[in-house]
């Protein structure tokens, strides 16, 4: 289901039942001459969409903190956002689906999480938003306290059995650590991504342009090997999101 495609009652039975809302993460970069500028997001948006109507999915957010690293921004698609905006707009958008009633807020993101256990600038931008965003929620609507207080004395106990309220916000790669996928930048991994989520994007007679490193094996991908990893990504969000049954 598309969060914007939705009616009040809609959101409102999605809310009852603790639909996770999820938000796809993805920025513009430069991906070679043969692949385009979203990939990051693509991947995401792409294997999403293949979840159906178990998960709501927010407008996805496009933009974030690509860097320089790979390419340079003149004329190569990448678009850099600095971290110190994107804090303040993901705690505030967190903070209005928290508003909202929604206890299931999840982001989903490809870009550079092959160091997800220490993050780097995107995600963790994210990351720090859903926690701000909680703890300023907790502290209006409980008060000043609230963690100290007796009733919160199940705490503990409460984390080990899921119930912890700072699981109503988190953030999601699409591949689980150590998948057996090529996670590489514009490689046979993520060409391959693409040519089995959007085909239409790929050019592969242009891998070569710019003669990259991390380009050169791109021309080993294909179809089946993408959507190889198309499964992968899959049975890895239907457990982090708790959707097996």
């Known amino acids: ?4 495609r939705m009616r009040p009652h809609q959101l409102q039975a999605a809310i009852a039942a603790n639909t996770p809302v999820i938000l796809p993460i993805g920025v513009m970069e430069y991906h070679g001459g043969h692949l385009p500028a979203g990939v990051d997001l693509l991947a995401v948006t792409e294997v999403l969409d293949r979840l159906g109507d ?6 996805p957010f496009a933009y974030g903190a690509a860097s320089h690293a790979v390419a340079g921004p003149e004329g190569t698609g990448t678009l850099h ?3 110190s905006a994107l804090v303040p707009l993901a705690e505030a958008l967190f903070t209005a689906l928290l508003r909202s009633g929604f206890r299931n807020i999840r982001g989903v993101i490809h870009h550079q999480t092959e160091g997800f256990d220490q993050g780097m600038p995107t995600d963790l931008a994210f990351r720090l938003a859903g926690r701000n965003a909680i703890m300023r ?5 409980r008060g000043p306290g609230w963690w100290g207080d007796k009733a919160m004395q199940d705490y503990y106990a409460d984390q080990a059995r899921g119930a912890d309220p700072f699981n109503w916000i988190r953030i999601h790669p699409l ?5 057996a996928f090529p996670f ?3 490689g046979k991994g993520e060409t391959a ?8 994007t790929v050019d592969i007679a242009r891998a070569a342009d710019g003669g990259h490193w991390y380009t050169e094996d791109a021309g080993q991908a294909s179809p ?3 959507e190889a990893g198309v499964q992968i990504a899959l049975a890895h969000l239907r457990q982090v999101l708790d959707l097996q049954a």
């Not at 929620?137 to 609507?141: G, P, S, Y």
């Open 1 to 4: 289901m598309q969060f914007a």
């Open 54 to 59: 178990r998960i709501i999915t927010l407008p």
């Open 81 to 83: 956002i600095d971290t």
């Open 137 to 141: 929620h907790l502290e209006v609507d």
């Open 175 to 179: 591949f689980p650590k150590g998948a």
């Open 184 to 186: 590489d930048h514009a």
């Open 193 to 200: 991504l693409m040519q089995a989520l959007a085909p239409d």
């Open 224 to 226: 089946e090997l993408g």
